[in-house]
C-alpha cells in the first residue's frame, strides 16, 4: 500500500490507478460527464481564465489553512463533495470518506445516493452534513426530512439542479446501469479487475449483504444490483421555490442549496431562507455546455452581498485552483472525484493521502503568494489572462486586474 501511495504525487494520479483498478462501468459511472463533455472541459478551462500575481519578501514561517464555515472551524478550505454508490467503488466507501473527513476536521457531505444508511455515518463518525434530491410529494419530503433531523444532521444540502435524470448515453456505453444488472459481460469486467472483486464486492456481500440504496427517501431503497428494480427518478419536475420554502419551514437546521449557477437563482435562495449555496454544475453530469462554475462565482458572490456564504464545487484538482476560487470569493471548495479515486485504489490511507496532498499544496502555494492566511487572498493577487473567452465576466465586475493591492477577500 505504502509503494503504491508513493507513486501518487497528485489527484489526478488517483484518476489514472483507479481506471487500472475498477470495473469499467464502475469507473465510467465516477467519470461520466453530459454527452460530448463540453461543460467539463469547460469547467478545467476556468482555472486558467486568471493568473496569479505573487508578492515578494512576505515574512511566510508561519500559515494558517483554517477557515470558518456555517459557525463551524475547519482545518482546511476545502471539503468531500457528496458522491453516490462510493461503497461499491471502495469497501464501505461512504464510511472511509467520513471517518476520513473527520480525522483531517473538514466536511464531508453524505449523500443521498450512498449505500450506507444516514444514521450508521452520522453516529459512528459525526457527519452532520447531508445531501437530498427531495421526493416528488410533501409527503415524502417531510417523511425524509423527519429521518434526517432523528439521524442527527444539522446541515442539509438540497440538489437543485435534477429536475430529470441526464442522458444516459455514456452510463450505458460504459455498461452502468442503476442499478446494475447482472449479465455476462458485467461478471467479465468484474472478474478482470480481481483486486476490487475480492477486496471490495465480494468483501462485502460476505460481511453486510448486497448494498442497497439506503438513502434517497424515508425508506429502504432498491438494492444496487437487481435484474428487474428499477430506480424512481419520476415526479420532481413539478418542484419549485414554494417546495424549498417548504423545506426550510420544516428543517431546524442550516439548509444549503446546491447547484445554483444563475445569480438571480442565488438571490431567490437566500429569499427563501437558504443559509448557503454551493454554486455547481454537477461536475458536469447533468447538463451539457453549461458555464462554468468557476465563471459565475463572482457574479454569484456579487448577488448575495455576504449575506450567506458561497461555495463551489466542479473539477478542481489542485490546491492552486482552491485558492484561485477563494480570491474570487468563494467561502469554501467541495472535491469530489478524486477522492472517490482515493477509496477504491487505497481505502482510508488513499482518501488521507488525497487530503494531504490538496493541503500541502495549498500551503505551499500561499507561501510562494506571499499570504499567511486564508482571508487575504482576493481579486487584488490575481489578473484575467489576455485574450480570455467572450463573454467572461470583466475585471470591472470582479476586481481582477484592477490593480488593487490592499485589502482582503471580505473587503473587496
Not at 184 to 202: I, M, N
Not at 265 to 284: M, P, Q, T, Y
Not at 375 to 403: I, K, M
Amino acid at each position: 500500500m505504502k509503494r503504491r501511495l508513493e507513486r501518487i504525487l497528485s489527484l489526478d494520479d488517483f484518476e489514472r490507478a483507479a481506471r487500472r483498478h475498477l470495473p469499467r462501468p464502475l469507473f465510467g459511472y465516477v467519470a461520466s460527464v453530459a454527452e460530448e463533455g463540453e461543460t467539463a472541459r469547460a469547467g478545467r478551462e476556468a482555472f486558467n481564465e486568471v493568473h496569479w500575481l505573487p508578492r515578494a519578501l512576505v515574512n511566510v514561517s508561519s500559515i494558517s489553512t483554517e477557515v470558518e464555515l456555517l459557525g463551524q472551524r475547519f482545518s482546511q478550505p476545502f471539503g468531500i463533495a457528496p458522491m453516490g454508490i462510493s461503497a461499491l467503488t471502495a469497501y464501505r466507501g461512504d464510511m472511509v470518506l467520513a471517518e476520513q473527513a473527520q480525522r483531517a476536521e473538514i466536511p464531508m457531505i453524505v449523500s443521498a445516493s450512498s449505500l450506507i444508511p444516514m444514521e450508521e455515518l452520522a453516529e459512528a463518525t459525526g457527519a452532520d452534513w447531508f445531501q437530498a434530491y427531495l421526493p416528488g410529494t410533501l409527503e415524502g419530503i417531510d417523511a425524509l426530512l423527519e429521518r434526517v433531523i432523528q439521524a442527527g444532521y444539522k446541515r442539509l444540502v438540497i440538489t437543485v439542479d435534477y429536475p430529470v435524470p441526464p442522458n444516459p448515453e455514456n452510463h450505458r456505453r460504459s455498461g452502468f446501469s442503476s442499478p446494475l444488472k447482472p449479465s455476462a459481460r458485467l461478471a467479465w469486467d468484474g472478474l478482470t479487475r480481481p483486486r476490487w472483486l475480492t477486496g471490495t464486492f465480494l468483501r462485502t456481500l460476505l460481511r453486510h449483504g448486497v448494498p442497497h440504496f439506503e438513502n434517497n427517501a424515508a425508506t429502504r431503497g432498491v438494492p444496487v444490483l437487481a435484474k428487474h428494480a428499477a430506480r424512481d427518478f419520476a415526479g420532481r419536475r413539478h418542484l419549485d421555490w414554494s417546495t424549498l420554502e417548504h423545506v426550510r419551514s420544516r428543517f431546524p437546521g442550516q439548509l444549503v442549496v446546491k447547484g445554483i449557477l444563475h445569480p438571480d437563482d442565488a438571490r431567490r435562495a437566500c429569499e427563501a431562507g437558504a443559509d448557503g449555496l454551493i454554486v455547481s454544475n454537477h461536475g458536469g453530469r447533468q447538463l451539457d455546455a453549461t458555464v462554468a462554475p468557476m465563471t459565475m462565482l463572482p457574479e454569484v458572490v456579487k448577488a448575495v452581498e455576504g449575506k450567506v456564504p458561497v461555495m463551489i464545487d466542479g473539477g478542481f484538482r489542485r490546491g492552486g485552483q482552491v485558492l484561485k476560487a477563494l480570491a474570487l470569493g468563494a467561502d469554501f471548495v467541495f472535491v469530489g472525484r478524486p477522492f472517490n479515486y482515493a477509496a477504491s485504489v487505497a481505502g482510508g490511507a488513499g482518501v488521507a493521502h488525497a487530503i494531504r496532498l490538496m493541503s500541502e499544496e495549498i500551503e505551499r502555494n500561499m507561501a510562494l503568494l506571499g499570504v499567511t492566511a486564508i482571508d487575504q487572498l482576493g481579486p487584488h493577487l490575481l489578473r484575467r489572462r489576455e485574450g480570455g473567452t467572450a463573454g467572461a465576466t470583466t475585471a470591472a465586475d470582479t476586481g481582477v486586474g484592477a490593480g488593487v493591492e490592499t485589502g482582503d477577500k471580505a473587503s473587496d
